[in-house]
Every structure is written in C-alpha cells, then in structure tokens.
C-alpha cells in the first residue's frame, strides 16, 4: 500500500495558482505510476493527471495547458502545479497510484478557487 500525505491546497482568486504535494511511503515508490484525482462537492472522484515511472505524463482535457504533475522519485513525493485556475476546479485534491488502490486514499487538501 502507498500511505499518501496531500498539501499546499488552499483559497485562491481565479486565475491564480496553487502548487500540491503528495508525499507517499514504499519503497517501491519509484517503479509506480503515480495520479491525482479530485472530487467537487456531490459530484464523484475523477482522475486529473498522472505520471509513469519513467515520467510520462497525462491529463484530462480540462487540466490540460494549465496543470503539471511532477515527481521526484528521491523524495518519494509527488507534485501538481496547478496555473489559471477556475471556479470549477474547486474540490478536494487526492494522490494515489495509476490506478488507485482502494486502500490508499489519503486525507486529500481542499482546493477553493473564489470567482
């Protein structure tokens, strides 16, 4: 299992920027895809970008051109820079492998973009 530990969440104007962190246990940390998911009040939990091992990257449509995720595999932590954000992008921010494992959801960090 990956224990995941979430920060940086926070309140933010639209149109500015945050930056999370997910710093996650294991030692096999480095041989994992890792993503970040997010989950907006009433609505389900969906996928917003993830990292191969070898740091191949993928977003979904709406992240893309304004989200980076990133990692450093000596750190065991994981990043999502997140630019020109929107009102919609208000929600709870997750970390966990690709795909996630049922056991390692963290405590997420709240995101609130004020339009």
């Known amino acids: 299992q990956v224990r995941p530990v979430e920060s940086g969440g926070g309140l933010v104007q639209a149109g500015g920027s945050l930056r999370l962190s997910c710093v996650a246990s294991g030692s096999f940390f480095s041989t994992i895809a890792m993503a970040w998911y997010r989950q907006a009040p009433g609505k389900q939990r969906e996928l917003v970008a993830t990292?191969?091992?070898?740091?191949?990257?993928n977003y979904r449509d709406s992240a893309k051109g304004r989200f980076v995720i990133s990692r450093d595999n000596a750190e065991n932590t994981v990043y999502l820079q997140m630019n020109s954000l929107k009102p919609e992008d208000t929600a709870v921010y997750y970390c966990?492998?690709?795909?996630?494992?049922?056991?390692?959801w963290g405590q997420g960090t709240q995101v609130t973009v004020s339009s």
């Open positions: 966990n492998t690709a795909p996630a494992l049922t056991g390692s």
């Open positions: 990292i191969t091992s070898g740091g191949r990257t």
